[in-house]
């Protein structure tokens, strides 16, 4: 994620790039890909009978359970051993990747080399989740070339079943991504989806529940245009987002009041730049105030408020003047290489629960806090929410 740009990067992200197209990430394909653990999801969130529930942790191990689906083809249990104890250590990792720790290391790489404790155990957590992939990478190799063994004529052209069965069919094809892929390039490669795709939709459907409980005018439009559009019938599709402004208006501005990374990711100037003057080295490490951005009153008004209709016009439909001021997927060669994918997920995810369930706030405690934890990365406090089934309402 934040490696110096050079051609293993490069190429990994038309790898991957080319891997999404074909799985075709932004088509009802992905619909058939995602609904066993949405619905699973929603199984879960029913079982709660709507008492109060903290959605951390449900949310947690569904969006990890999400990049399992897309990278390998397979979910967990949730009550999986062996998959809890990895959720453990990708949390520990993220806490302190958020950390002034992890934001120090990420300036000061040599810090990883000094006695401390939390570094030590951040190592460690690393290697336990890269073990646990390179043996579900090796596994699959294998069978791999046993299928090619008994028919050498499997087309390397054909559309893969999950990224894993996209990447391994390019192993050792240097004209395909201008070098050369090995297993232990894969599992790393699988670790950065991990951590960067978990924690981002993650975090980004507890911010958007607490927006719902809070706004409910927010969440009963986005319930009648969902009925109108889709109903309860049958189930939503990705193929159903351009016909739902709203909601896409509604995802929008949980991304812009949020702000989960506020700095972005970092950038490095690959020579010596001159802006107005002021000269910045090569090689310096260099942010971008998304926050800041986000918050501008001078592009948004009232931008502490949480209003989805700013990304709509006169007609109802989606402002792309107003989507252009965002960035929450960054810009330029480094921007988000899963964008198309986190979008059409968080749709389907928002979607799939607000079919089932209203969404509200307990009775008789303070509504919770729209003041997000400080850190590298923005998060909620905790709080917990109510799921009403919307058939009981």
Known sequence: MVAKYGPKVHGFRTLLLGTFRRLGVNTPRLDGLLRPELAALVDSVDLQGGQPTDPKALLSISASNMICTLAFGKRFDYDDANFQNFLRKLNNI??????????????????????????????????????????????????LEARRRSDPNIAEWEDPSDLLDGYLRKIGCEDVVGMSVSNEDIAHHFLDLFTAGTESVSHFLQWELLYLTTHPEAQAKAHEELDRVVGRARLPSVNDRPNMPYMRALLEEVHRVSSFSPLGIPRMTADIVDIDGYIIPKETMVFSSVWDLHKDPDKWENPDSFDPSRFLDSNGQVDESKLRQLQAFGLGCRSCVGRQFAESSVFLYTAFLLQRFFFKSPEGVPPPSLVEDPGVFLTPKPFKVCAIRRDSE
């Open 94 to 143: 993220f806490e302190i990747s958020s950390s002034p720790l992890g934001f120090l290391t990420l300036n000061i790489p040599a810090i990883v080399h000094l006695p401390i404790s939390a570094i030590k155990d951040t190592i460690s957590d690393c290697n336990f989740m890269l073990d646990f992939l390179r043996a579900i990478v090796d596994e699959r190799w294998l069978a």
